[in-house]
């Protein structure tokens, strides 16, 4: 079989090893290398023929626990879909041994959502399992795909009445090319804060990814006149996917709903850029439990759902285990 299991470390992956084809962007080494400084391990499955990886997953130690993604929606195992089931199970076999030879006793893996990569998520879920993985979270992540359909024509009634009201109040979306980072970033704070949330990264951090990866977090705005009634901040996860990563509406504007007229936009946006899914993520509570009333409101957009597990794997019980037979 012509294919080599490469292990980099502290990152240092060769931009002569391209992932084939592109890959998610949370994957990519420009991505991982800022996550954390420094720790970093990369396990690649090479093609030999090629000299491009078609498997990658990079993990950070961090006391006990080694974990994939430090610092992203996700990270784990990404695969091409024409990968010989052979070499998938080597790849998880070098990397299971490369994350016990650290010393961890706990390797914990967030997998993307199973809509991105319907077939690769399934084999993955399987071969993990068979590994030794269990599952200690699965989460519903919500989305759009993207047809020629217009956005208007597939959501609930009642959401069609308060994208017109936005609409005849004379709301205006915009994709905010050169946005004003601090602008944004506090206008999500302050959002957040008022309805009880806390920002799921830190302000800084964000500010970092804005100016870092400009074309990879555009920012779309919903406006009345000069003010911001809604925000989001995306992430062009693939060429093909676009994930609602930051959305905050204000509370000011909570009886005309302007996330829906965000979310009409954000479709029309696809369209035009050729983007096939519109991830709207999943819907948690402040306490990470499921909230009723997201889950309605994405339900009534016409979002369908999608599996977003998180694996384990606990090293020294299955050494112990060995131990005793």
Not at 33 to 60: D, K, P, Y
Not at 175 to 184: F, G, L, Q, S, Y
């Amino acid at each position: 079989m012509p294919y080599r299991i490469d292990l980099h470390t502290d990152l240092q992956v060769s931009t002569e090893l391209p992932f084939l084809p592109n890959g998610f962007f949370f994957n990519t080494p420009e991505h991982v290398r800022q996550q954390r400084v420094g720790g970093g391990h990369t396990v690649l499955a090479v093609n030999s023929l090629t000299n491009q990886a078609e498997a990658r997953c990079t993990f950070f130690v961090d006391g006990d626990q080694a974990r994939s993604p430090a610092a992203a929606p996700f990270g784990s195992v990404e695969f091409v879909e024409t990968l010989p089931e052979s070499v998938l199970d080597d790849f998880l076999d070098a990397l299971a041994a490369a994350v016990a030879a650290t010393g961890v006793s706990i390797f914990r893996l967030v997998n993307y959502p199973h809509c991105y990569a319907p077939q690769q998520a399934q084999r993955l879920t399987e071969q993990l399992i068979k590994s030794g993985f269990t599952i200690v979270s699965a989460n519903q992540n919500f989305f759009l795909p993207i047809t020629s359909t217009a956005f208007e024509t597939i959501i609930d009634a009642s959401e069609r009445r308060r994208l017109q009201k936005c609409r005849n109040a004379g709301f205006r979306f915009a994709h905010w090319e050169k946005p004003d980072i601090d602008a944004v970033t506090a206008f999500l704070v302050s959002t957040r804060q008022r309805q009880g949330y806390a920002l799921t990264l830190p302000p800084d951090r964000l500010r970092q990814l804005l100016r870092t990866f400009p074309d990879q977090f555009p920012v779309f705005a919903v406006s009345d006149g000069t003010t911001i009634a809604a925000l989001t901040v995306a992430v062009r996860v693939r060429a093909d996917i676009l994930y609602n990563f930051l959305p905050a509406s204000s509370p000011d504007y909570q009886a005309y709903s302007p996330m829906v007229l965000l979310t009409d936009g954000l479709v029309t946006y696809c369209q035009v850029q050729h983007i096939q899914l519109l991830d709207l993520g999943v819907s948690l509570d402040s306490e990470q439990q499921p909230k009723p009333s997201l889950i309605r409101f994405k339900r009534n957009l016409g979002a369908q759902e999608s599996p977003k597990l998180v694996f384990e794997k606990r090293f020294q019980e299955e050494a112990s285990n060995v131990n005793n037979r």
